[in-house]
């Protein structure tokens, strides 16, 4: 109910308000302006206003970085992270060259709050530290209503972090009172998931010894060794060893003896009656063909050979592990075909594509399969942390208009949500 009426009362706001957009955001620079923030809807208050100017301007004073705060009621359907890097681009942000800019971008109707960033400011405030700041500078203030005190926090952290100053330039109190709320919180939180986790694992080491039961019994009921060793192979004991290595060490090792034990056991000849013979490593070769041979020096199968007294009858029985490097050859058919080698040959960048190649060989046939690749050229909205990334400009290949100082975005930054 209160997330219908959030967003109801948005809706209605947006439509009295007005939706915001790139070209119709007021440029503080303009005709000759010295502000650093665009405030049209009258969201941050007279007073913070003036105190986040005198912050930015600080900023630029002392450490050349140019700082712009856009705090806007509603952009519409847009993506704050989108809307940012074009503005960011459209108004220059930063210093030619030196790309050392930064815009925050407060959008209420979408609760969001985004920094965008070029890449001599990412030296500095990275996409990791963007959003910690958000975290613990703003957004508590955020979900509390109070959103002036809010984003005059964060332009006071943002000076700290651009300018590498203590944090004494906080209110010692409000900071100490907010980190003994946030600590109680993970400590909350910490307590929920560790309860969370004990029911997982309990439910788990459940769900194992269960099937690990049904396996036994099923493979009780199969008449042929060979069936009954893979009944236990694929019940996938090790899984549970890798999840629980103590509680369920007993049960591999169980495991692993009752295989050998359902591998070794007598078997007679299904043409004579006649009970056979496993045949030792070194004599069984004889018995196998050179590719399965190869299987066995690879280690991508491992055969034994059973036969009569009088070799009338002969049983090879594979016996293939769970996982292997090796698949089987598309020329001799045989389990000894592997990768050589996937590398990169000519590197992709942020305007043209790369090439790859890889190579796969048989160690039975000498069959080689050599490819090449086409590798998809980098996208700069990877680059953030955010959800959406900007598909505009990459850093440095646009310059934006505007009073500011020419500055490119760099794509990176981050949001944060209240």
Not at 49 to 74: K, P, Y
Not at 84 to 96: C, D
Not at 396 to 407: E, K, L, P
Request: net charge negative.
């Amino acid at each position: 109910m209160k997330t219908f009426l959030f967003l109801f009362l948005s809706f209605i706001s947006t439509l009295v308000v007005g939706q915001s957009t790139v070209n119709s955001v007021p440029n503080p620079k303009e005709n000759g302006g010295r502000s650093y923030v665009s405030n049209p809807d009258q969201i941050l208050d007279a007073d913070n206003a003036g105190l986040i100017d005198n912050i930015c301007a600080e900023i630029e004073a002392q450490d050349s970085f140019q700082v712009a705060f856009v705090i806007l009621q509603s952009i519409g359907t847009e993506v704050p992270k989108d809307f940012a890097g074009r503005l960011f681009n459209k108004w220059g942000i930063g210093h030619a060259g030196r790309d050392d800019g930064l815009l925050v971008l407060f959008v209420m109707d979408q609760r969001r709050v985004e920094f965008e960033t070029g890449y001599g400011t990412e030296t500095v405030l990275t996409d990791y530290a963007s959003v910690q700041l958000q975290q613990e500078s703003m957004i508590p203030y955020f979900k509390s209503g109070d959103y002036s005190q809010g984003l005059l926090s964060g332009a006071q952290a943002i000076q700290i972090s651009l300018s590498g100053q203590t944090v004494d330039r906080f209110e010692a109190q409000s900071l100490e009172e907010e980190e003994i709320r946030l600590e109680q919180e993970h400590v909350i939180e910490s307590q929920n998931n560790t309860r969370s986790l004990i029911i997982t694992l309990i439910v788990w080491h459940a769900v194992g010894l269960i099937l690990f039961l049904i396996a036994l019994v099923i493979a009780r009921f199969r008449n042929d060794p060979y069936d009954k060793y893979n009944t236990i192979k694929y019940f996938g004991v090790w899984i549970w060893a890798v999840l629980f290595p103590i509680t369920h060490i007993f049960v591999v090792i169980f495991a692993k003896k009752l295989k050998q034990r359902y591998r070794d056991m007598i078997r007679f000849s299904g043409r004579t009656d006649e009970i056979m013979r496993k045949l030792s490593e070194e004599d069984e070769d004889e018995y196998l063909n050179r590719g399965q041979v190869t299987e066995e020096l690879v280690k991508s199968v491992d055969y034994d050979v059973w036969i009569t007294e009088t070799s009338d009858d002969v049983l090879v029985l594979a016996y293939r592990p769970l996982f292997s490097k090796y698949s089987t050859c598309p020329k001799c058919h045989f389990k000894t075909y592997y990768k050589v080698y996937d590398r990169t040959v000519i590197m992709a960048t942020y305007t043209s594509s790369g090439k790859g190649e890889r190579k796969h060989e048989c160690a039975n046939c000498k069959h080689v399969d050599l490819k090449t690749y086409r590798i998809p050229r980098l996208n700069s909205k990877t680059r953030s942390s955010s959800s959406s990334g900007w598909s505009g400009s990459s850093g440095g290949s646009f310059s934006g208009g505007g009073s500011f100082g020419g500055g490119s975005s760099g794509g990176g930054g981050g949001g944060s949500s209240w």
